[in-house]
């Protein structure tokens, strides 16, 4: 029996160059929309439509699913926009953050990054955990762990949190929350992209001084279904 799923859309994100591509157009925007990188190549973005009335849509980045070049290209700009930051340590947040904070830290010169954890081992502790709700699993929260043996390797050092995305950031808040349970020093929050202006509220309701941690290469505003496809709410773009 074939696999007939050809309705779900895909992850078939596509790297332009600057000479093929001078802007991203006039909406509507059908299947994808092009986000400009810092080098001004764009990445071709497939939409992602929300629940629950799936009227809005973002531009969607899932780098377990997006190509090794978009990874390469994206890990490489992450780097640029924390270095002055000058970050002696990376936390990945699990599952999609991780791919980015292994490549980020090693392009740092790390010889290591501290990966948190959805899966509960034996010799974890509860107080070194958080529960999670994110924008692609509202329903469900999860519980992030971090190991007790990995503590020592943030111990009076420069860290940086790794994300792929930070859209309503509710995984970044939790992540924050986290690093300051266990007294951390945070000196920034590195994301391939920023999904809407949502997060500055979340994170600013929580601590004022969080927002203005959070650097990304790329940003992009929520989309708005209208005929013919998605158009962008600029007012919904980060600032």
């Known amino acids: 029996m074939p696999l007939n799923f050809t309705?779900?859309?895909?992850?078939?994100?596509?790297l332009i160059p600057?000479?093929?591509l001078s802007s991203p157009g006039e909406p509507p925007y059908t299947d994808s929309y092009p986000v400009k990188l810092p080098d001004g190549d764009w990445a071709d973005l497939p939409f992602l439509a929300l629940p629950p009335d799936f009227d809005t849509a973002i531009a969607y980045l899932c780098i377990t699913e997006n190509s090794f070049a978009l990874e390469d290209r994206l890990s490489s700009a992450m780097v640029e926009v924390v270095r002055e930051l000058e970050p002696e340590v990376v936390v990945g947040m699990p599952t999609l953050g991780m791919v980015l904070a292994a490549s980020v830290a090693k392009k740092l010169g790390h010889p290591h990054y501290v990966p948190l954890?959805?899966?509960?081992?034996f010799w974890f502790e509860d107080e070194l955990s958080i529960p999670v709700?994110?924008?692609?699993s509202p329903l469900k929260p999860k519980t992030v762990f971090i190991d007790p043996r990995l503590l020592e390797r943030l111990e009076n050092r420069r860290v940086l949190l790794v994300e792929d995305v930070i859209s309503t950031g509710g995984t970044v808040s939790a992540e924050l929350e986290l690093m300051k349970r266990?007294?951390?020093?945070v000196v920034g929050v590195a994301t391939a992209i920023q999904e809407t202006?949502?997060?500055q509220k979340t994170l600013g309701a929580?601590?004022?001084a969080w927002p203005?941690?959070?650097?990304?290469?790329?940003?992009?505003p929520l989309f708005r279904k209208v005929e013919g496809g998605w158009a962008p709410d600029w007012s919904t773009m980060p600032a």
Do not use: F, M, Q
Not at 7 to 14: L, N, S
Not at 117 to 121: E, V
Not at 133 to 136: D, F, H, P, V, Y
């Open 18 to 20: 600057a000479a093929e």
């Open 7 to 14: 309705d779900r859309g895909c992850y078939r994100d596509r």
């Open 197 to 199: 202006n949502v997060w």
């Open 182 to 185: 266990i007294g951390a020093n």
């Open 212 to 220: 203005g941690l959070v650097r990304a290469p790329i940003r992009c």
């Open 117 to 121: 954890s959805y899966s509960r081992k």
């Open 133 to 136: 709700i994110s924008i692609t």
């Open 206 to 208: 929580i601590d004022p």
